[in-house]
């Protein structure tokens, strides 16, 4: 009772930031297709106000919430800094019980699956898109070590995105240590309403993870999940600084190795499409920070049209929202070739594999370009 009093504190304290300016109804993806007002940012605060209040939320309503893809973009343009991603987590989990038995059963389904390793190896595998492409480096002089999150699909999918990044590193003089496949940050349960398994992998993590000293994210959706675990835990809470910590010590790779000599790195004179994750640009406000590290690498980076829309990916979205989803992937596709890449480049294993299906070019992690 105590921690739903809390976030519904929390969501009030939100709630009261919104000016209703309808700023975000430029940005939002969802409004852009649909053109309804409850399928914008301003609707859905109405409708998780309305749900908060003990109003009676119909299946309409969860729809609309269920239609949010979570990319923040909204965040990125609001004039009065509404936290709106996580106020729709908070509403999500306060009107999860009136969702249908056979929903529940699905999103468990694939929450299951996907957060699993017994039991997405058995699968995952099929659908492999790049295997380790290049010898392993070893560091000649170790400076620090980093601990670099494995996540709990990417391995399986992509494994030289995370072979890549140690190899870039070692030859910075860093010593890599690798997270567990087994142990997930956490997104997609918190995404789905499943607060408290969320927060027991999120407990488990933040014990294991708390006395690293750098902790890197390869997947900026588990890198944003993993920067906001300080804001999950009220200050009396005995995780509060623990978590306050792990998220601050918690850098995406670009944001790593931005400031780092990458004169030992290759220079390839390519011209790349660069498609920047809505939980990279908008939930941890990086975007532009890959660009630059390409131009200075010498790749030459087309512009994209709308590059702050989503892709359609944004966690299990395509899963549970195909129609929507393909309808944004079609779109991003279009402004990502239009310029005729040799390659298109992202910083997500999602936006990578959800991109990939309907690409005649290929995508990539852009650390992979630097592994070489």
Known sequence: MQTINIQNLRANDIIRKCVHCGFCLAT????????????????????????LENNATSA???????????????????????EYG???DIGRAAIEGRRPLWQKASRFAVRQFLTTPALFNT????????RIQTPVVKPKTVT????????????????????SVQNILAKLGYEVEQTPQKECCGAIDQHLSAVDEALKKIKRNIDAWHTAEVIISSASGCGVMVKDYGSLFDKDDEYYQK???????????????????LSVLKTIDKKVAYHSPCTLQHGQKLGGLVE????????????????????????????????LSKQLKANKLNNLTASNPEMIVTANIGCLMHLQKDSKIPVKHWVELLDN
Do not use: W
């Open 28 to 51: 939002c993806p969802t409004y852009q297709l649909l053109g309804s007002e409850l399928d914008s940012p301003r609707g859905r605060i109405y409708l998780i106000k309305s749900a």
């Open 60 to 82: 309409n309503s969860l729809q609309h919430l269920d239609r949010c893809l979570t990319c923040r973009s909204c965040e990125t343009t609001c004039p009065s800094g509404v």
């Open 86 to 88: 996580h106020l729709l």
């Open 123 to 130: 699968v995952g595998f099929l659908f492999r898109h790049s």
């Open 144 to 163: 620090k070590k980093v601990l670099l999150l494995s996540g709990c699909v990417q391995p399986t999918l992509a494994p030289n995105i995370n072979h």
């Open 243 to 261: 978590a306050q910590a792990v998220s601050e010590k918690t850098q995406d790779i670009a944001e790593f190795l931005a400031d780092k000599d």
């Open 292 to 323: 630059s590290i390409l131009q200075q690498l010498g790749y030459m980076s087309a512009p994209v049209a709308d590059a702050h829309l989503c892709c359609g990916s944004a966690g299990t979205y395509s899963i549970f929202q195909p129609k």
